[in-house]
Every structure is written in C-alpha cells, then in structure tokens.
C-alpha cells in the first residue's frame, strides 16, 4: 500500500505543474495549455475513437514489414483470389499477393503522400495568409483575390488535369492534390493574423525595431500554426480521397505500389466473384478517413466550442 | 470586401452610382470574371506543358517541313505566349475547344452531347440530399446532443469518410448482383437503348414525352444507385449545415417569444426558425450541388455512366488533351458559376447582408 502512494502524489505534482496559473516558463505555459486541451479531447469519445485510429495507421505503416510474413510484392500464381482464410486473412489477388501485406505496406503510401502534401500546401497557405494580413492594403488584397480564385477551382478536376499533363505517378498527384489544398490555409492564417496585428506586443517588437519579415515569421507564425494544423488534420481525410481517387482512376501511384486506390480499381474486374480483392483496400480507406474526420471534429470542437454541442 | 455606398466620401453624393443590389451584382459578376480568366490561364498552362507536340499530332510525323511550319502558324503557336492566350481565350469564349482526337468530333460537341446524363444525375442526386439532409439536420439540432444528433453525425462523418468509387462498387455488388433491387452500370438496359427520340438528352424527360413508361422506369431503376450515392454526399453536407445553421436559430429570442406565446413546438421549428434559415441553405445548396457535378466524375467511372465525368477519364486514358481541357473547362465554369449564383442569392435575399 504505501508504494502505491509514492506514483500518485508525483502524479499530482505533475499535475499542479502542468494546471498552475502562475507559469515559471514558456515550456510550462505551453506544456499546461496542451495538458488542457487533452484533457478536453479526451472527455470526447468519438475524438478518442478517431485518435486510436490514426495511431494505428501510423503503427500499421511503421511496421508493416514485421506485421505480416508476406511481401507485398510477392506472387504466387497458383494461390491467386483465394478467400480470406487463416494463411491469408484478407484472401490474395489476382496475382496471389496477400493483400493484408499490401494493406499495411499501402498505409506507408497513403502517410507519404499525406505528409507530402501538408508539407508542401500548409506552408504555402501560411506564408501567403501571412503575408497578406501583416501588410493589408494592395498586398492584401491581390494575395487574396488569388486565393479566392483557387478556391473557386474544382480540386479533383483540376488535380486530373494537371496529373494528364505532367504524367501520371505519385510525385504529380501530390503536386496536384497540394496545388489546389494550400488556399484554406491561406484564409485561415490571414484571420489569426489580422487578430492579432494590432496587439501591443506586436507594436513592442515594431518599436525594437524588428523588420515586417522577422515579425511575420517569428511572432505572428507561430500564433497560427495551431488552427492551421487543426485545418490539417481536418482535410486529411479529403486529401487520403483525393489521392485514392486518382489512383482509382490510374493516374496516382502506379503498379506494382501497393497503394489503396489502385488496388480497389485492380479488383473491379473481379467484383461479382471475388468480392474481397476490391472490398479490403476500400475498408482500408474509409476507416482512416473516418478516423482523420473524427479526431479533427474533436480537435476543432475544442477550439471552437460554438460549432460543436 | 468594401461596401461601394458606405465608403463613398460625404462631399461627393451627387456622383453618380449604381443601386446597391446592381452595384453587388456587377462586383460578383466581375469576380467571376477574373476567376474564369484565371481557370483559363491554368487550363491554357496544362495544355502547354503536355508533352505531346499539337503540330504533329496534327500532321502525323512524316509530314514535310513546309507543312509542319504551315500547320504551326495555322494553330497560332508561332505567336510569343501572351498572345496564344488571348487567341485561346477568344477560341473558348466562343465555344471553340478544338478537335477531339478520340471522336474526331469538335470538343464542344461532344460535351454537349454527354453533359445532359450528368446533369440528370447530379440533379436527382441533390435532390435526394436536400430531401433527406434537411429533416437530417433539422432533427439533430432540436435534439442537440442526444442520440439523434450523434446518429447524424457519425452518418455524416461516413459520408466524408468513404471513398465514392469503392462504395458505389459494393452498393453494385449487393443492391445489383446480390439482391437483384436495381438495373446495373449504365442509363439504360441494353434492349432500350436508342429507343427513345432524344429531345432534353435527360432519359427520364425523353421517355415521359415519348410516352414510353416502361422505359422511364427502367431509366429510374438505373439512375437510383448511382444518385442515391450521391445524394448521401451532399446529405452529408446539407445536414451538418442544417444542423449548425438550425442550432444558431434556437437560440434566438423570437424563438422563445414564440414558445411563450404558446405556438406549437413543430410550428416554432419546421415554420419560424426553417423559414430563417431558408437563405443560408439556398447557397449550401448550390455550393453541394456544383460539388456533386465534380463528384460524378469518379461516380460516372463506376458506373459506366456515359456522362461527362466519363468523357473526361476516358480521354485521359488516351491523352487527348483537347477533350481533357474542354472537359475541365466546361465543368471549372460550372462550379464557378453555381458559387456566383449561391453568392449573389445569399447577398440579395438575406437583408442583413444588403
């Protein structure tokens, strides 16, 4: 019994550390509102729901070679289509592939194409919303009237015009998709920043003598990266969509890449017979898109309290 | 965006100026404008980073030189890119999008050929999400946190979870190979086909006119997978905004004064706070209808749909830049004008936004 005391009152000092009004440093502050934040998240199931989800994603691709013995490319062409079974737990395709291998490993694909594009479109949309708030006038006004002109644009059509273009392949959709994604990102963080423009401690660093570059990168960037992420997260799920679309379509990754959309388009032609080439890579998709959908509705209830219940 | 009226200086009010509702329309219209412009900018863009050579795709490559200069000055692509654009602006403005490869046909005809089974789907489709997403909505805001609104909501986050094409193959494996409930991929039974005189090019429209009932049921019979598919999309959207717009109406005063005057609860919601938010829901519709057009296109592909969604992937798969861009260009404009319309409808109908 008094072992058990030791953990829990180091449990509440953390806890006193992380909940006090009187911070002792920046990591404090930040560390206690992130504890705040989780504490709400956490009080949201179907947020928890979607958080597990996406770990697993990440747990899946991270250890996909170690998951299953099979390769995703190995064939076996006398055990193509067989049903899901105890050897293959999602069956096999149409060139005896094991496609809970090709599963794991598409997971690998479909976060690097995700990461690739939040890498390249939400820095863009950032650096542009920025700009646009911090400096208004002309600037403001041209930045934002391009932004409105890719917002008008119709993202899958264009994500296949442009991938007819540059030819077909991963690379090009993530240009694509990232092309056509950055203008919300845009709009969001010229909002935080015209919040914020006018507070004295923007005026202080002014007054230090700060340049408008090293105002807008040192302290207005930060201040919007948080909703920006949440933005992220919450068109994750569009993004996965968009990306598995083309590869649908053939256009995305192409074969042998395990990727999810491909595979769906691959068993097509086996739908009526071998229902499970075409059903487990769709599985795959919809349940870490639900899982994107539901964590950034949590994250985004807790930021805005007003749209949520 | 600046108000004409309000930021006009004190001493000049006898300048001239338009009436406020036409001064709002002539700034959307010429937002519109530029968006256009820049959609043909970008389409214009792909169409000259194609690797494909248009003069010898023309001319075939045996063609002499003298043909293959003549051809090129012919196609204006001697001229600096600035004004290849200004041609190519005059070309589309006039419906000129050049000469389909694959059909061998001109774009614009094919398009126009194609489009109506589109629009047939997109509308049946909006249709069904306004008819479902409204009450959808309506409901999970009266009971705001209760098990309906979870109902609706976790139904919408599928609908943004769920990738169209795979759901649109299983909804084909059940509800057509295993139940037998619906007619297959296509707008028509193959018996049919050709059958009917084609008047609005929508089958269902033709074979009412034609008189031809057993036909139109088969043409609903088909069309009931695929736009029901992508009536759950924009059920998906037009709920949650149903939802947020209803729950921001509940809250205001003239609800509770009409509680407490004692109007039943189903005429306080379904007639008072329905007929607020009447206005905002006109633009979220427009906005999910331009959205469902573009969503056909991975639709149409299930579906062997002979739409426009089709046209574009199967030319695609053949490069046929032309068609591709005619493709984009036709539906980029659709969307863009169907966000005018929400636009200029919001502004003009809510009288706090005048």
Redesign the interface.
Known sequence: MTDSVQPVSTRSAVRDWLMTDTPRSRLQARCGRFYLGWLGLIRNPLAMVGLVIVLLLLAAAALAPWLTEYSPYAQDLRGRLQPPDAAHWMGTDELGRDILSRVLHGAQLTLYIVALVAVIAAPVGLLIGTVAGYLGGWVDAALMRLTDIFLAFPRLILALAFVSALGPGIENAVLAIALTAWPPYARISRAETITVRASDFIAAVRLQGASQGRIIARHIVPLCVSSVIIRVTLDMAGIILTAAGLGFLGLGAQPPLPEWGAMVSSGRQFLLDQWWVATMPGIAIFVVCLGFNLLGDGLRDLLDPKQGR | MVDPVSARPAGSRRRLSLPRPIAVAVGIVA?VG??LL??LL??FL??R???VDPVLAAVGDRAPQAVYERVRIELGLHLPLHEQFVVYVGKVVTGDFGESVLTARPVIEDIAHVFPATLELATIGVLIGILFGIPAGVVAAVH??RWP?QLV??FG??G????????G??G??LFY?HWGLVAGPGRLDIFYEGLVEPVTGLIMVDALLAGEVEIFWNAVSHLLLPAGLLGYFSLAYISRMTR?FMIDQLRQEYVTTARVKGVAEWRVIWVHALRNIQVPLITVIALSY?NL???S??TE?VFAWPGLGQY??NS??K?D?NA??G??VV??TC??AL?MVSDLLYRLLDPRAR
């Open positions: 937002q530029l968006t820049g959609l970008v389409t792909i169409g980073v194609v690797p705001q946190g609104d909501r976790v986050l599928v943004y979870s769920v990738p169209i094409f795979w759901l193959l299983v084909l494996l190979a947020s331009a057009l573009e969503g296109v991975l592909t574009i992937t695609l798969r490069a830049m591709v861009l493709g984009t539906v980029g969307f863009i966000n």
